[in-house]
């Protein structure tokens, strides 16, 4: 197994070693055995909460939850959970979802004053017959559930919401490159934080090769009270079918919604597609239908039954991580770019 530690600071330096890999993952990666994948750079963390679960033979859907509380309790993450940034009104409103191996899912949409978004969700698939709760009633069940009630607008995030007040411009961007952050208008990512990125889309292959998902958000930032992206919607933010894999999205979650992006990846594996050739499918669909969406960051990623894993992203820059028994914490920097002339 590869040193965990030595990996990241290979990662995150760009080292030759991370050149290779980034070469590989442009074809797609292959993993073995029990792995997880996430979103972006912080995925690397919540992966080695999530293999903590799979190495001891654990199951999927644990390893995908545990995984995503990584960066929902992270307060220098301001797209994920508590310290995420606050709508354009200053509530800090939290998106997830969870999906397991037999189709089961739970979903919670606009849920506010509670940490973990990622475990209500489960308790919604787990303890109702319902898949999805919003706003109150989310709240309501989870505060019912047990779960405490808490202020989960840090002073750093109300300082960046006070900031936006001064321009309160409602123009989501693309956040591409990192580094770009402190160009953007702050609208996702933190502005001048090269590694605060969005939502975490997380995928894992227990011992069995059973496959579950989570996803979990604070969703675009400054966004209109009561709006809802992707992340909670089961076919657009996540999906799994356990005969063919599973996929996730990140980016501006309104072209993914019109497009039922995970859902379609997930259809075009089963159609026989590579993980990334369906993620490509996926994002050429959007632009096909919407040109002007070559404006705005979609990414997709995936993984099938055999642990092939593949991602596809309107805009360069999309990074994930990737993390099985021999490749432990990798972080893939995305090279995949979707050009309309190509
Ligand atoms: C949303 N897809 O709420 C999420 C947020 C995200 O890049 O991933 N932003 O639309």
Redo the contacts with the bound molecule.
């Keep these: 197994m590869m040193n965990r530690r030595g990996l990241i600071g290979a990662s995150l330096v760009g080292s030759a070693m991370l050149g290779a890999k980034a070469s590989a993952a442009e074809g797609g990666v292959k993993l073995d055995g029990p792995c997880v994948i996430s979103t972006w750079d912080f995925g690397v963390a919540a992966n080695q909460a999530a293999w903590a679960v799979l190495s001891k033979g654990g199951r999927a859907l644990d390893a995908v939850e545990a995984g995503a509380r990584v960066p929902e309790q992270d307060l220098k993450n301001h797209?994920v959970g508590r310290a995420g940034y606050p709508d354009r009104d200053g509530h800090v409103s939290l998106?997830a979802c969870i999906m397991d191996e037999l189709g089961n899912c739970g979903a919670v949409a606009a849920l506010e004053h509670i940490a973990h978004p990622i475990s209500v969700a489960r308790k919604v698939m787990e303890k109702t017959p319902h898949v999805m709760l919003v706003g109150a009633g989310a709240l309501q069940f989870a505060l019912e559930q047990g779960f405490p009630r808490e202020e989960l607008l840090t002073p750093e995030s109300r300082i960046a919401w006070e900031a936006w007040k001064k321009d309160a411009k409602y123009e989501p961007k693309a956040?591409s490159e990192v580094g770009d952050y402190g160009k953007t208008s702050g609208q996702?990512g933190t502005p001048g934080g090269a590694n605060n990125h969005?939502?975490i889309g997380m995928l894992a292959i227990d011992a069995k090769g059973n496959i579950a998902g989570a996803c979990t958000?604070s969703?675009?930032a400054w966004k209109m009270r009561g709006r809802v992206?992707?992340?909670p919607i089961i076919g657009a933010?996540l999906y799994v079918d356990n005969e063919v894999g599973g996929a996730t999205?990140?980016?501006?979650?309104?072209e993914?919604i019109r497009n039922v992006g995970s859902f379609l990846v997930v259809e075009l594996m089963r159609q026989g597609r590579s993980p990334e050739a369906a993620c490509r499918e996926a994002v050429e669909r959007i632009l096909k239908k919407k040109p002007n969406a070559k404006e705005f960051?979609v990414g997709f990623l995936a993984v099938n039954k055999q642990g092939e894993v593949g991602a596809w992203a309107i805009q360069s820059g999309f990074s994930y991580a990737l993390c099985d028994g021999k490749k432990q914490d990798l972080l893939l920097p995305g090279k995949a770019t979707y050009q309309l002339t190509s």
Aim: proline fraction near 0%; glycine fraction near 24%.
């Design positions: 797209s998106d956040n996702l969005d939502t958000t969703g675009m992206g992707d992340s933010g999205s990140t980016g501006v979650g309104e993914v960051q």
